[in-house]
């Protein structure tokens, strides 16, 4: 069934993984955040606290937070959630401004600043778009500031949406490489049925494989909720997408006090662990779930050092075949023609034309700038390394 008993080395698991985190990303849902008077600010001020905490630890945190259209119900004096997408767009525009003022009030009685950062699956599908938020992320936790994620209800049509968060913070967690990705919601993890229908439904504590049993598990969405748009199903389907990068997935109760430290301290929570290393899932990425838009012919001795773990160098380039743009996977060719692996380019085609067969020193003043290389080697993968 792909599910684990609890135990003591199910707790070890947890525990180990939660004492060698670096980067985080938390996902905290309308149920836990709101209440019949809009925004719980307990729930808030809570979880920021925590944060903070987190943060003073020398870790980095990603917040993902849904609550902008169920503080939208109250401002406008609502009581149920509508029904119509053009009806959903506008309670969060008009929620979405109240959300992120909560989360700034909270988090700047700690001393930390906060920013917003609304995205559609667009914004996480198309390769330059996904460079800009990953860079726009990287750039604002390197300032200390913790970055609030939400879908960008207003704009996004239903070709575009998530129509949840959960996917959306799973698709977070990849983007930035975390270690751990933690889904706080109003249950505590995946029973083998809902607890609130079956009070003596088993509850299970860790998930090795997300089958069509876990999935059968965890029923349809959640539609007996006011707030929010997904459920159990939407978590697993999210845990599927993080363990796949490499990202250990927690299912965890969110509505209580201080539930990050009550994770840590052992509090009943649903595990999923990674499928892979960070490196290997990215490499897999690289290697196999990026369609390559152009080639790069190299030489026999940029062809030598590639095989030494050297970064791929303007010099070494003798020609190039396609249009792409800086970012986009490209395949590597030895002189023979063979394709050797594929990696992430650093220039436009147009820019590695001009600088074909270029010492690195030479690069510059050509283009008016300059990169470490033309693919560097941690976005470079050989078929010899797979």
């Not at 943060?55 to 149920?80: C, F, H, P, Q």
């Not at 604002?140 to 913070?169: F, H, K, Q």
């Not at 003043?365 to 470490?372: C, D, E, I, P, S």
Request: net charge positive; charged share 20%; proline share 3%.
């Amino acid at each position: 069934m792909g599910r684990g008993k609890r135990g003591v080395g199910v707790e070890k698991v947890r525990k180990d993984l939660l004492n060698h985190v670096k980067r985080v990303v938390i996902k905290v849902g309308s149920g836990v955040l709101t209440s019949a008077s809009g925004l719980n600010m307990t729930v808030i001020d809570n979880l920021t606290t925590e944060i903070c905490a987190l943060k003073r630890a020398g870790l980095e945190v990603l917040l993902v937070s849904s609550g902008a259209i169920a503080s939208g119900l109250k401002k406008i004096g609502m009581s149920k959630r509508p029904q119509s997408v053009s009806q959903q767009q506008a309670m969060a525009a008009v929620g979405q401004s109240s959300l992120i003022m909560a989360y700034e009030d909270a988090f700047g009685r700690h001393g930390h600043k906060v920013a917003q950062i609304l995205l559609t699956r667009d914004d996480l599908t198309h390769r330059r778009r996904y460079l800009n938020a990953r860079n726009t992320l990287f750039t604002l936790l390197s300032w200390n500031i913790v970055p609030i994620i939400n879908e960008n209800d207003t704009v996004a049509t239903s070709e575009i949406r998530y129509g949840d968060n959960d996917r959306l913070a799973a698709h977070v967690a990849q983007m930035c490489g975390a270690d751990v990705f933690v889904m706080l919601s109003d249950i505590d993890g995946l029973y083998e049925c809902d607890p609130r229908h079956a009070p003596d439904a088993a509850h299970i504590p860790v998930v090795h494989s997300i089958n069509a049993d876990i999935f059968t598990m965890a029923g349809g969405p959640n539609a007996t909720r006011s707030a929010g748009s997904g459920g159990m199903r939407t978590k697993i389907e999210a845990a599927k997408i993080a363990v796949a990068a490499g990202c250990a997935t927690i299912i965890a109760k969110g509505d209580i006090d201080r539930p990050l430290s009550a994770l840590k301290n052992g509090a009943q929570a649903t595990l999923f662990p990674p499928r892979a290393t960070l490196d290997k899932a990215r490499r897999a990425w690289i290697a196999g779930r990026l369609k390559p838009m152009g080639s790069i012919h190299i030489d026999a001795g940029a062809f030598t050092a590639l095989q030494r773990g050297a970064s791929l160098l303007p010099a070494g380039i003798e020609k190039i075949e396609g249009e792409f743009e800086k970012g986009d996977a490209v395949a590597i060719l030895r002189p023979d023609g063979m394709i050797i692996g594929q990696g992430l380019i650093a220039y436009d085609s147009r820019d590695v034309t001009a600088i074909i067969g270029l010492q690195s020193t030479e690069v510059e003043a050509v283009l008016g700038y300059r990169r470490a290389a033309a693919v560097h080697r941690d976005d470079l993968v050989l078929k010899s390394d797979l």
